[in-house]
C-alpha cells in the first residue's frame, strides 16, 4: 500500500486557497534575482491549473515585482514543482508505484485514479529528474 494513502492529499491546497483569501502569502525578504531587500511589490495573480491525486483545480499564484532589478516572479505553492502541471503527491505516488510496476501499468492506474492520461515519456522523465 502506497504510504500516501493515509494522506488528505488536498489538505495542503485548500490552506493554500486559504492563505491567498485571507491575504497570508508572505513576501521574501529579498529579491531572488538581484538579492536587493526591501524592493518588493505584490503585482498581480494568474491561474495555474495543477492536478492533484484528487482533483483538478485552477489556483491563484501571486507574483512579485522588484522595483531595482525590475524583474518578476511568482511564489507557487509549495507542492507544486516548477513547470509541472501534477501536485508533488502526483509524482511521488507514481514513482513509489514505478518500484512494483511497469510504466504502463502505473499509467493506466493513474488514469484511473485521477482521471487523466500520464504519458509514459513523462513517468520516465520524472523517474529521471526526481527519483
Request: glycine residues 4%; aromatic residues 10%; proline residues 6%.
Amino acid at each position: 500500500m502506497c504510504p500516501l494513502a493515509d494522506l488528505a492529499p488536498d489538505a495542503p491546497l485548500e490552506e493554500y486557497l486559504q492563505d491567498v483569501k485571507e491575504k497570508r502569502i508572505s513576501k521574501p525578504p529579498h529579491c531572488p534575482l538581484c538579492q536587493k531587500g526591501g524592493h518588493l511589490r505584490w503585482h498581480g495573480i494568474y491561474r495555474r491549473i495543477v492536478t492533484t491525486l484528487t482533483t483538478r483545480r485552477a489556483l491563484p499564484v501571486r507574483r512579485l515585482l522588484c522595483t531595482l532589478c525590475r524583474r518578476t516572479f511568482s511564489i507557487r505553492p509549495f507542492f507544486i514543482t516548477k513547470f509541472r502541471r501534477y501536485a508533488n503527491d502526483v509524482i511521488r505516488w507514481a514513482l513509489w508505484s514505478l518500484t512494483s510496476q511497469t510504466y504502463e501499468g502505473v499509467a493506466e492506474e493513474l488514469l484511473q485514479k485521477i482521471g487523466r492520461c500520464v504519458a509514459i515519456q513523462t513517468l520516465h522523465l520524472w523517474r529521471e529528474r526526481f527519483a
